[in-house]
């Protein structure tokens, strides 16, 4: 069984930067796409970025593009988002995810099998 576990999340000011982490669990870490998305109250989950397998191809959503870098570490099993020049509508649950299937990657949450619990993001004006 695959466990995704987040970490990093906080109360910060707009414009600052945080890193959000993942630790991943079970499975082979290296064949896998690890997603990000976040939740905002009200609001459907929404793609953030993404990370291939062992290459590393990076995929990030139009709303972040250019603030985020996200990165893998395939001996720590851990992926990374890195999150700069927050703003106040970054607010959000942050989740990471990965499916049952090799090398597969959606921008669809409901294409991903598992997820972590979660973690908070708050951007203060």
């Known amino acids: 069984q695959v466990q995704l576990v987040e970490s990093g999340g906080g109360l910060v000011q707009a414009g600052d930067s945080l890193a959000l982490s993942c630790a991943v669990s079970?499975?082979?870490?290296?064949?896998?796409?690890i997603a990000w998305f976040r939740q905002a109250p009200g609001k459907e989950r929404e793609f953030v970025a993404a990370i291939g397998p062992s290459s590393g191809t990076t995929y990030y959503g139009d709303s972040v593009k250019g603030r985020c870098t996200v990165s893998r570490d395939n001996a720590k099993t851990t992926v990374n988002l890195q999150m700069n020049s927050l703003k106040p509508e970054n607010t959000a649950v942050y989740y990471c995810?990965?499916?049952?299937?090799?090398?597969?990657?959606?921008?669809?949450?409901?294409?991903?099998?598992?997820w972590g619990q979660g973690t908070q993001v708050t951007v203060s004006s």
């Open positions: 995810a990965t499916t049952r299937r090799a090398y597969y990657l959606s921008f669809a949450a409901q294409a991903y099998d598992y």
């Open positions: 079970g499975g082979t870490f290296s064949s896998y796409v």
